[in-house]
């Protein structure tokens, strides 16, 4: 794994974590998640996003 790799993998999993808070702040508001979906920005309710995602990207 070289440097760039390692950045990568550090920031995928920051925006990760990220994620995982914004969902339990959100339900602790009771807030729904605004997202861009099929071309849309559509209203989420919190309590049905799953509570983890995780990205998978393409190497070169």
Same mark, same amino acid.
Request: no cysteine.
């Given at each position: =794994? @070289?440097? #760039?790799?390692?950045? *990568?993998?550090? /920031? %995928?999993?920051? *925006?990760? $974590? #990220?994620?995982?808070? =914004?969902?339990?702040?959100?339900?602790?508001? @009771?807030?729904? *998640? %605004? %997202?861009?979906? @099929?071309?849309? /920005? %559509?209203? *989420?309710? !919190?309590? $049905?996003? @799953? !509570?983890?995602?995780?990205?998978?990207?393409?190497?070169?």
């Amino acid at each position: =794994m @070289n440097k #760039t790799d390692d950045t *990568l993998d550090k /920031i %995928v999993q920051g *925006l990760e $974590e #990220t994620y995982k808070k =914004m969902v339990e702040f959100k339900k602790q508001k @009771n807030s729904p *998640l %605004v %997202v861009y979906k @099929n071309g849309k /920005i %559509v209203e *989420l309710s !919190p309590f $049905e996003a @799953n !509570p983890t995602t995780k990205y998978h990207h393409k190497s070169k």
